[in-house]
């Protein structure tokens, strides 16, 4: 079964708008971690935003915020106000806590286009 | 040295022949990863080293992959009789011991995109 899984392949949205990446995870522990990382053509994986399992406030960075609702089991990235630099490809990643490896298991990625 | 380097950054190889991809991570980090990245893909895990324990190696895709950490800080990712299907770009990441409190992310290497003809 997908440990992560991130449904939309693309999205588009427009200079200064917000949009939302969606992601949803499955696990059984009780202690992870939730990443998002964005990589640009280039191929560098620059991260984002971290959302531990304990933290009972949205974790934010700037104009990116992680919209985490531990019941559904969702960890969606929003960016606010769009800018042509935030087309990517995002990946949501976790991070287990309680197997005894900590290896980050990532999603298919979203590709994000920023329309001028 | 400041960032997690990988060398070479480019590898073309013929068909059948053995490749060594080179990932130095950053001094310290006491983790280290290997991923594997097809064109317009997701991160597909292969390895995972964590200090002295004995190695991740549940996404290794076939015995013809291979990596070993030496000293507890490089290490060589060995393809034997490479294939077509091996093209790909292989990002390595290290991250410090994880804490309990607060996680914190991987960081990742510019990759070596391998290209098998």
């Known amino acids: 079964a997908q440990k992560i899984t991130q449904t939309q392949p693309g999205m588009f949205v427009q200079e200064k708008e917000a949009v939302t990446l969606d992601c949803t995870y499955d696990?059984?522990?009780?202690?992870?971690?939730l990443f998002w990382y964005k990589q640009p053509s280039s191929g560098e994986m620059i991260f984002l935003i971290y959302?531990?399992?304990?933290?009972?406030q949205n974790a934010t960075e700037g104009r990116y915020s992680l919209n985490f609702q531990k019941a559904r089991k969702s960890a969606n990235l929003v960016i606010s106000a769009s800018q042509l630099g935030d087309s990517a490809m995002y990946f949501c990643?976790?991070?287990?806590?309680?197997?005894?490896?900590?290896?980050?298991?990532f999603g298919t990625g979203t590709r994000l286009k920023v329309l001028a | 040295g400041a960032g997690v380097s990988q060398s070479p950054s480019n590898k073309v190889t013929e068909k059948g022949k053995d490749v060594e991809l080179r990932c130095d991570p950053i001094?310290?980090?006491?983790?280290l990863y290997w991923y594997r990245q097809s064109l317009g893909q997701g991160l597909e895990f292969l390895i995972y080293f964590q200090g002295n324990s004995a190695p991740d190696k549940s996404g290794l895709p076939s015995d013809r992959f291979s990596a070993e950490r030496t000293g507890g800080s490089v290490s060589t990712l060995t393809i034997q009789r490479t294939q077509q299907e091996d093209s790909a770009v292989y990002l390595c990441a290290s991250s410090p011991k994880k804490r309990p409190k607060r996680d914190t992310e991987a960081f990742f290497g510019q990759g070596t995109r391998l290209t098998v003809v």
């Open positions: 001094s310290g980090h006491t983790a």
């Open positions: 990643a976790m991070r287990e806590g309680g197997s005894g490896t900590y290896k980050y298991i």
């Open positions: 959302q531990g399992s304990y933290d009972e």
């Open positions: 696990t059984s522990d009780q202690s992870y971690g």
